[in-house]
């Protein structure tokens, strides 16, 4: 009995020894200024099992015995390894890695650490794109990269972006080229793209670029992706919002009283028999502007799983996002859906490979926005005496004002997108100092639309009555491919000099078709039979048409990176590209640049400085090119014109030569000049970059400089050649500063600040005086030029001086009978530029143009306790906007400020009198033309992440929930709906047709992390 009871006791404390062996281990983990690190790794080596820090920077690990090892690892930070004994509280501090000091930059075939960098590049990161929470990825560009400038041609859902880099220098194409994990694309699909997909955004602004050759003028998005990371623990996050959308913007409008007072006194000046006798009764009226704007949701989903073991990396997630507009909801929506799924796997010591793909599925509705007789023209221009339904049945507003609700409920289309890309790429590491990379990027898109005309009387004589049904179906295949292969050698020698060499080739192929058709007369007159194959009608007009191309580049580069003791850098880069656009003859061209740099913080003398950090000088040149002008060849011409031949006595159509070709074109070449300082103090807290910079664009490509007609230009389908005739300048100066510190224990806080100056001109066109582009009103001439000696896209109409304010002194001014009448008092007073004595075209010269010149970002993110905020705010100042959405017809409704007309001497100095009458007043002037400067409060947001303790008892690593409030207001003088929004044209950009606004949204939302 004692053995037993002495085996029992033996087994029994055996059995309890190894249960205590089992315990959790908590923390926090800090860096070296003892800020908490969100995000660290924690993990059991060895294990695929471990947490992730918390939003304090806490984490706990279940399950640790005695002789575990927990591994905590950071991007930036050296890997820190404790040895586990008896201790249940372990707070770490991890340390700056030395060898990837602050952060590693993505600088297009490879990365260097952001001190070694020698060109002028910025980081937009995660955190930002996070607390702007962008619907589209391009927004958070926005006000957080100084040089940035983007713009909305629409507040619609899903309505495209513009991106421009360090201003407008090309006539034709400005955007930059995006390359997302190596592949290369555009502005769209980065706009497609799902944000929480996006881990960063490098943006190379100057001859760094080059190593991108022809692509590259017009600057480089680089566009890395999250993946999973060797040794991660398994995490699950799960993010979601929903929001309530509204206009941010109304443009004050006359009342149906106002309105009838104000036609009456029209009619009045006219000599014409009053409209509306009797005003008293007729009270507010109908505001169709009020009616067609409604409150509408938006919600998102995005769910991810990421992790990795000693061997492999990988992360799949999801998402979807549904935003419905702020007018017709039910006819204007937005459905994105995503798929992701990125896998990292070494193979050996030698071998790694890398496979990311994405999917997006896009479903649109839309309706007629932007443009002369949109929704928004309709509604602004409808006479408030009009009821909610009611229609011009007698043409009492001309022949294109409709009822926007009639238009509306007539309005059918839809829009479909899927979409696959990504990277497949190996890595082949022979030793240390030499890797190989292959790496083939793809992207497959294919869309289908359709819409449908229904048969409509919206009044007798109106332009928009469809007599016969139509449905117009069109089919869309874009695809492309990347193939990369190159190697990249680094070493160090004697412990001083640092070599890399970077060296490969790049084949691009873009190819794709179009098929386009219309179809008439639709079953039933309804949207449920509007498809081509049920149609029963026939044209004589052409009712289809396509399209395909193919276009082929090949490039070789290489570039030579060096530094000394860290501390003068030096880097050349040459790379030879080939386009398929050109002729033979001129398909190849070099583009070199070189930077340098000189860390001044790292000499002896300045070692002791207890002020400054960090400080650097660089420098960039280079030259680069650009070929993405809106033309698949130029070299030869397409049988796309139309022409009539004679066959056998008969008369018959055919085809024809279309646009003439240029044999001689060549592609824009960009000379870009740039100096740069980089200095951070107070250990880091206080960060400052600022640069000046100049491009002169070369041999731009220019469309339609005239010919001699006797070559067929004038033919239907025929096209005057494309040249290379024109130069630009573009230079400046940007500046941003940073601030972060922490006060106490408990509160940290990171202020950002950046401006940018730019400075637009058309130093020289050839062929041409200038070049015309937009529209004003209607059967006037187009407002906007490209002309030597003005910025790009440039108005061009008539100065003022106010208005005449007596008959005597409109007697006694210059004549403006050419213009349509000779003035009256009241009328506006133009000025005779030529003083010729007669206001006429001559005297119509440069009144403003769209170009800011100046640009700016305010960003603030505090953290106390649990609680989060942030703020982004962008302006824009300098920028000028026509006001081209006021419809000159008697009888159409006026903007509000027209109560401050001119009504006898003295009583307005800005806005002419009122009169049915033949006027001058109509023509484009400065009267037309606005200072669109603006302020906008972008995002506004407030977190609250729960308590640690909290998150253990319910096993969860992170939960915040969150409110915000994008595009709370914008500070703007600007009549308009949006002072931002443009087509996007270099040439008839900053033309107002009535921009659909972008919307205030009110949202909530909640980050989960497992």
Same mark, same amino acid.
């Given at each position: 009995?004692?053995?037993?009871?002495?085996?029992?006791?033996?087994?029994?404390?055996?059995?309890?020894?190894?249960?205590?062996?089992?315990?959790?281990?908590?923390?926090?983990?800090?860096?070296?200024?003892?800020?908490?690190?969100?995000?660290?790794?924690?993990?059991?080596?060895?294990?695929?099992?471990?947490?992730?820090?918390?939003?304090?920077?806490?984490?706990?690990?279940?399950?640790?015995?005695?002789?575990?090892?927990?591994?905590?690892?950071?991007?930036?930070?050296?890997?820190?390894?404790? &040895?586990? #004994?008896?201790?249940?509280? +372990?707070?770490?501090?991890?340390? /700056? $890695?030395?060898? %990837? =000091?602050?952060?590693?930059?993505?600088?297009?075939?490879?990365?260097?650490?952001?001190?070694?960098?020698?060109?002028?590049?910025?980081?937009?990161?995660?955190?930002?794109?996070?607390?702007?929470?962008?619907?589209?990825?391009?927004?958070?560009?926005?006000?957080?990269?100084?040089?940035?400038?983007?713009?909305?041609?629409?507040?619609?859902?899903?309505?495209?972006?513009?991106?421009?880099?360090?201003?407008?220098?090309?006539? &034709?194409? #400005?955007?930059?080229?995006? +390359?997302?994990?190596?592949?290369? /694309? $555009?502005?769209? %699909? =980065?706009?497609?793209?799902?944000?929480?997909?996006?881990?960063?955004?490098?943006?190379?602004?100057?001859?760094?670029?080059?190593?991108?050759?022809?692509?590259?003028?017009?600057?480089?998005?680089?566009?890395?992706?999250?993946?999973?990371?060797?040794?991660?623990?398994?995490?699950?996050?799960?993010?979601?919002?929903?929001?309530?959308?509204?206009?941010?913007?109304?443009?004050?409008?006359?009342?149906?009283?106002?309105?009838?007072?104000?036609?009456?006194?029209?009619?009045?000046?006219?000599?014409?028999?009053?409209?509306?006798?009797?005003?008293?009764?007729?009270?507010?009226?109908?505001?169709?502007?009020?009616?067609?704007?409604?409150?509408?949701?938006?919600?998102?989903?995005?769910?991810?799983?990421?992790?990795?073991?000693?061997?492999?990396?990988?992360?799949?997630?999801?998402?979807?996002?549904?935003?419905?507009?702020?007018?017709?909801?039910?006819?204007?929506?937005?459905?994105?859906?995503?798929?992701?799924?990125?896998?990292?796997?070494?193979?050996?010591?030698?071998?790694?490979?890398?496979?990311?793909?994405?999917?997006?599925?896009?479903?649109?509705?839309?309706?007629?926005?932007?443009?002369?007789?949109?929704?928004?023209?309709?509604?602004?221009?409808?006479?408030?005496?009009?009821?909610?339904?009611?229609?011009?049945?007698?043409?009492?507003?001309?022949?294109?004002?409709?009822?926007?609700?009639?238009?509306?409920?007539?309005?059918?289309?839809?829009?479909?997108?899927?979409?696959?890309?990504?990277?497949?790429?190996?890595?082949?590491?022979?030793?240390?100092?030499?890797?190989?990379?292959?790496?083939?990027?793809?992207?497959?898109?294919?869309?289908?639309?359709?819409?449908?005309?229904?048969?409509?009387?919206?009044?007798?004589?109106?332009?928009?009555?469809?007599?016969?049904?139509?449905?117009?179906?069109?089919?869309?295949?874009?695809?492309?491919?990347?193939?990369?292969?190159?190697?990249?050698?680094?070493?160090?020698?004697?412990?001083?000099?640092?070599?890399?060499?970077?060296?490969?080739?790049?084949?691009?192929?873009?190819?794709?078709?179009?098929?386009?058709?219309?179809?008439?007369?639709?079953?039933?007159?309804?949207?449920?039979?509007?498809?081509?194959?049920?149609?029963?009608?026939?044209?004589?007009?052409?009712?289809?048409?396509?399209?395909?191309?193919?276009?082929?580049?090949?490039?070789?580069?290489?570039?030579?990176?060096?530094?000394?003791?860290?501390?003068?850098?030096?880097?050349?880069?040459?790379?030879?590209?080939?386009?398929?656009?050109?002729?033979?003859?001129?398909?190849?061209?070099?583009?070199?640049?070189?930077?340098?740099?000189?860390?001044?913080?790292?000499?002896?003398?300045?070692?002791?400085?207890?002020?400054?950090?960090?400080?650097?000088?660089?420098?960039?040149?280079?030259?680069?090119?650009?070929?993405?002008?809106?033309?698949?060849?130029?070299?030869?011409?397409?049988?796309?014109?139309?022409?009539?031949?004679?066959?056998?006595?008969?008369?018959?159509?055919?085809?024809?030569?279309?646009?003439?070709?240029?044999?001689?074109?060549?592609?824009?070449?960009?000379?870009?000049?740039?100096?740069?300082?980089?200095?951070?103090?107070?250990?880091?807290?206080?960060?400052?970059?600022?640069?000046?910079?100049?491009?002169?664009?070369?041999?731009?490509?220019?469309?339609?400089?005239?010919?001699?007609?006797?070559?067929?230009?004038?033919?239907?389908?025929?096209?005057?050649?494309?040249?290379?005739?024109?130069?630009?300048?573009?230079?400046?100066?940007?500046?941003?500063?940073?601030?972060?510190?922490?006060?106490?224990?408990?509160?940290?806080?990171?202020?950002?600040?950046?401006?940018?100056?730019?400075?637009?001109?058309?130093?020289?066109?050839?062929?041409?005086?200038?070049?015309?582009?937009?529209?004003?009103?209607?059967?006037?001439?187009?407002?906007?030029?490209?002309?030597?000696?003005?910025?790009?896209?440039?108005?061009?109409?008539?100065?003022?001086?106010?208005?005449?304010?007596?008959?005597?002194?409109?007697?006694?001014?210059?004549?403006?009978?050419?213009?349509?009448?000779?003035?009256?008092?009241?009328?506006?007073?133009?000025?005779?530029?030529?003083?010729?004595?007669?206001?006429?075209?001559?005297?119509?010269?440069?009144?403003?143009?769209?170009?800011?010149?100046?640009?700016?970002?305010?960003?603030?993110?505090?953290?106390?306790?649990?609680?989060?905020?942030?703020?982004?705010?962008?302006?824009?100042?300098?920028?000028?906007?026509?006001?081209?959405?006021?419809?000159?017809?008697?009888?159409?409704?006026?903007?509000?400020?027209?109560?401050?007309?001119?009504?006898?001497?003295?009583?307005?100095?800005?806005?002419?009198?009122?009169?049915?009458?033949?006027?001058?007043?109509?023509?484009?002037?400065?009267?037309?033309?606005?200072?669109?400067?603006?302020?906008?409060?972008?995002?506004?947001?407030?977190?609250?992440?729960?308590?640690?303790?909290?998150?253990?008892?319910?096993?969860?690593?992170?939960?915040?929930?969150?409110?915000?409030?994008?595009?709370?207001?914008?500070?703007?003088?600007?009549?308009?709906?949006?002072?931002?929004?443009?087509?996007?044209?270099?040439?008839?950009?900053?033309?107002?047709?009535?921009?659909?606004?972008?919307?205030?949204?009110?949202?909530?939302?909640?980050?989960?992390?497992?």
């Amino acid at each position: 009995m004692r053995k037993f009871t002495c085996l029992l006791i033996v087994f029994l404390s055996g059995f309890f020894g190894a249960y205590a062996q089992s315990f959790p281990v908590s923390g926090l983990v800090s860096d070296e200024n003892n800020m908490p690190l969100l995000g660290v790794n924690v993990i059991v080596k060895g294990e695929a099992r471990g947490t992730t820090t918390d939003f304090d920077g806490n984490y706990t690990v279940e399950d640790i015995s005695s002789g575990d090892i927990l591994q905590f690892s950071y991007v930036g930070f050296e890997t820190q390894e404790i &040895t586990i #004994n008896d201790q249940q509280t +372990i707070n770490v501090t991890l340390k /700056t $890695d030395s060898e %990837s =000091l602050e952060e590693v930059v993505v600088i297009g075939y490879g990365t260097q650490q952001r001190k070694d960098i020698t060109g002028s590049v910025s980081v937009v990161s995660d955190e930002a794109i996070r607390g702007l929470q962008p619907i589209q990825t391009t927004q958070a560009l926005q006000g957080t990269s100084s040089g940035v400038v983007v713009t909305q041609t629409s507040g619609a859902p899903g309505a495209s972006l513009n991106i421009n880099i360090r201003g407008i220098a090309s006539n &034709t194409e #400005n955007g930059p080229l995006v +390359i997302i994990d190596g592949y290369q /694309t $555009d502005v769209q %699909s =980065l706009s497609n793209l799902n944000p929480s997909d996006v881990d960063s955004m490098t943006i190379l602004k100057d001859a760094q670029a080059a190593i991108y050759g022809v692509a590259g003028a017009n600057g480089v998005i680089l566009v890395t992706t999250k993946t999973g990371e060797l040794n991660m623990a398994p995490t699950v996050s799960y993010d979601t919002y929903y929001g309530v959308q509204e206009t941010s913007r109304q443009v004050p409008l006359l009342n149906a009283t106002e309105y009838a007072l104000l036609l009456n006194e029209s009619y009045a000046n006219g000599g014409q028999d009053l409209p509306f006798p009797v005003v008293s009764g007729l009270g507010e009226g109908t505001d169709f502007q009020q009616a067609v704007f409604e409150t509408s949701p938006i919600i998102s989903h995005n769910l991810g799983l990421s992790g990795g073991t000693e061997k492999v990396t990988y992360a799949v997630g999801g998402s979807h996002l549904r935003q419905e507009g702020i007018i017709a909801p039910e006819k204007t929506q937005y459905k994105r859906s995503t798929a992701k799924i990125s896998l990292g796997v070494e193979i050996s010591d030698a071998f790694d490979i890398d496979f990311n793909t994405i999917y997006t599925n896009i479903d649109r509705n839309s309706i007629n926005e932007n443009g002369l007789g949109s929704v928004l023209f309709n509604a602004l221009n409808i006479a408030p005496t009009f009821d909610i339904d009611q229609e011009d049945r007698n043409g009492f507003l001309g022949n294109e004002i409709i009822n926007p609700l009639s238009q509306i409920e007539n309005t059918f289309n839809e829009y479909n997108l899927d979409k696959f890309n990504g990277t497949f790429g190996l890595n082949f590491t022979p030793i240390d100092e030499l890797v190989f990379t292959s790496r083939i990027g793809y992207n497959f898109g294919k869309s289908d639309a359709k819409s449908f005309s229904p048969i409509v009387d919206f009044g007798p004589g109106k332009v928009f009555n469809v007599t016969r049904s139509t449905v117009s179906q069109n089919r869309i295949n874009d695809n492309n491919y990347t193939f990369d292969l190159y190697g990249k050698y680094e070493n160090t020698f004697n412990d001083a000099h640092h070599v890399t060499l970077t060296g490969g080739m790049t084949v691009i192929r873009n190819w794709g078709d179009g098929l386009f058709a219309t179809g008439y007369d639709v079953p039933n007159n309804s949207w449920e039979f509007a498809d081509i194959s049920l149609t029963t009608g026939t044209s004589d007009e052409k009712s289809n048409d396509s399209y395909v191309y193919d276009i082929r580049k090949l490039s070789f580069f290489g570039r030579l990176q060096y530094d000394f003791q860290g501390k003068y850098l030096v880097s050349g880069m040459l790379r030879r590209d080939s386009s398929t656009r050109f002729s033979p003859d001129n398909r190849t061209d070099y583009f070199p640049s070189v930077t340098a740099g000189w860390i001044i913080s790292e000499e002896n003398f300045m070692e002791d400085s207890e002020v400054i950090s960090f400080l650097k000088l660089r420098a960039s040149a280079g030259i680069l090119g650009n070929d993405e002008v809106g033309q698949n060849q130029f070299y030869r011409a397409l049988l796309n014109g139309e022409a009539t031949y004679v066959l056998d006595g008969q008369l018959v159509n055919g085809r024809a030569l279309g646009g003439l070709p240029n044999p001689s074109a060549k592609w824009e070449e960009a000379e870009k000049i740039n100096l740069g300082l980089d200095l951070r103090m107070l250990n880091n807290r206080i960060d400052i970059t600022t640069d000046i910079f100049r491009e002169e664009r070369k041999d731009l490509l220019i469309p339609f400089i005239p010919v001699s007609g006797i070559f067929g230009t004038g033919a239907p389908g025929g096209a005057s050649p494309t040249v290379n005739a024109g130069t630009t300048v573009n230079q400046g100066a940007e500046f941003s500063i940073k601030y972060s510190d922490n006060i106490g224990d408990n509160f940290n806080f990171n202020v950002g600040y950046n401006v940018t100056y730019i400075d637009n001109e058309v130093t020289q066109v050839n062929g041409a005086e200038f070049i015309a582009g937009g529209a004003f009103g209607v059967g006037q001439p187009q407002p906007s030029r490209f002309e030597e000696g003005h910025a790009i896209g440039y108005f061009y109409g008539y100065k003022t001086d106010g208005l005449f304010q007596t008959q005597a002194e409109a007697d006694a001014a210059p004549s403006q009978m050419a213009l349509g009448a000779q003035a009256q008092a009241g009328d506006i007073k133009y000025v005779d530029i030529n003083n010729d004595g007669v206001i006429n075209t001559d005297d119509r010269t440069d009144i403003g143009d769209p170009i800011a010149d100046v640009t700016m970002g305010f960003n603030l993110s505090m953290n106390y306790k649990n609680f989060d905020f942030s703020a982004y705010t962008y302006a824009s100042l300098g920028n000028d906007m026509v006001r081209n959405y006021e419809r000159n017809q008697p009888n159409v409704n006026r903007p509000a400020y027209y109560l401050e007309r001119w009504r006898g001497v003295g009583t307005s100095n800005e806005v002419p009198r009122l009169t049915t009458g033949a006027t001058s007043n109509n023509v484009l002037s400065e009267f037309f033309v606005e200072d669109a400067s603006y302020a906008r409060i972008q995002n506004v947001q407030i977190g609250y992440s729960l308590p640690d303790d909290l998150m253990e008892r319910i096993k969860i690593d992170r939960l915040r929930i969150y409110a915000s409030v994008n595009n709370l207001y914008t500070f703007t003088r600007y009549k308009g709906f949006d002072p931002s929004a443009t087509t996007g044209e270099p040439i008839g950009g900053g033309i107002d047709y009535g921009f659909y606004p972008v919307p205030r949204i009110f949202s909530v939302g909640v980050n989960l992390n497992l």
